[in-house]
T-cell receptor, first 116, second 116 residues
Framework: DGGITQSPKYLFRKEGQNVTLSCEQN?????MYWYRQDPGQGLRLIYY???????QKGDIAEGYSVSREKKESFPLTVTSAQKNPTAFYLC???????????????FGEGSRLTVL | AQKITQTQPGMFVQEKEAVTLDCTYD???????LFWYKQPSSGEMIFLIY??????QNATEGRYSLNFQKARKSANLVISASQLGDSAMYFC?????????????FGGGTRLMVKP
């Protein structure tokens, strides 16, 4: 079945450690996104990528890094520079472009990161 | 300024009754799309309904309908005949088509609780 796979689902990290969250999609979508969600709040955009080897900062990119070496993959690294990394992270993809494309996002099931 | 505002942090509704979840938005882009997503406690984001700014009719998808009032910049979600499984967080989101990034901006969400 086509979809977006995020791993791990739960992750614990000690302060000062970098951690990488995986996001893989087999929908053949051009665009991929990372959002952060804090308890009881909406989603905030961290990074997005419209094509391979290109990505742009979102609203809260500080302390995060990404890469887009393959169309299917868009991993997110939470670095030690991120002061409050405990959150729920959601990866999404869309077909990208314009025309009749509504821009609907398809989401993974999320990764919950807790810093100890 | 907030682009998407959801003023109801929490709502209760009796099973089998209808409920309206409010959403107002702010944009100067004449071409935009409005989305509603459902997020159950498991965390995944489920797409519910879409309304384009040029659509002449209000969108409907099964028990979901969108009360789109363009002049008031509101896009309220109406759920008819509520079911216990409708208990979840609901997010309104907007895509501005003049924005090349194709990303969605989300509101803070409304938690809906359906009472038996």
């Amino acid at each position: 079945d086509g979809g977006i796979t995020q791993s791990p689902k739960y992750l614990f990290r000690k302060e000062g450690q970098n951690v990488t969250l995986s996001c893989e999609q087999n929908l053949n979508h051009d665009a991929m996104y990372w959002y952060r969600q804090d308890p009881g709040q909406g989603l905030r955009l961290i990074y997005y990528s419209q094509i391979v080897n290109d990505f742009q900062k979102g609203d809260i990119a500080e302390g995060y890094s990404v890469s887009r070496e393959k169309k299917e993959s868009f991993p997110l690294t939470v670095t030690s520079a991120q002061k409050n990394p405990t959150a729920f992270y959601l990866c999404a993809s869309s077909r990208g472009g314009g025309g009749v494309n509504t821009g609907e996002l398809f989401f993974g099931e999320g990764s919950r990161l807790t810093v100890l | 300024a907030q682009k998407i505002t959801q003023t109801q942090p929490g709502m209760f509704v009796q099973e089998k009754e209808a409920v309206t979840l409010d959403c107002t938005y702010d944009t100067s882009d004449p071409s935009y799309g409005l989305f509603w997503y459902k997020q159950p406690s498991s965390g995944e984001m489920i797409f519910l309904i879409y309304q384009g700014s040029y659509d002449q009719q209000n969108a409907t998808e099964g028990r979901y309908s969108l009360n789109f009032q363009k002049a008031r910049k509101s896009a309220n979600l109406v759920i008819s005949a509520s079911q216990l499984g409708d208990s979840a967080m609901y997010f309104c989101a907007m895509r501005e088509f003049g924005n090349a990034g194709n990303m969605l901006t989300f509101g803070g969400g409304t938690r809906l609780m359906v009472k038996p």
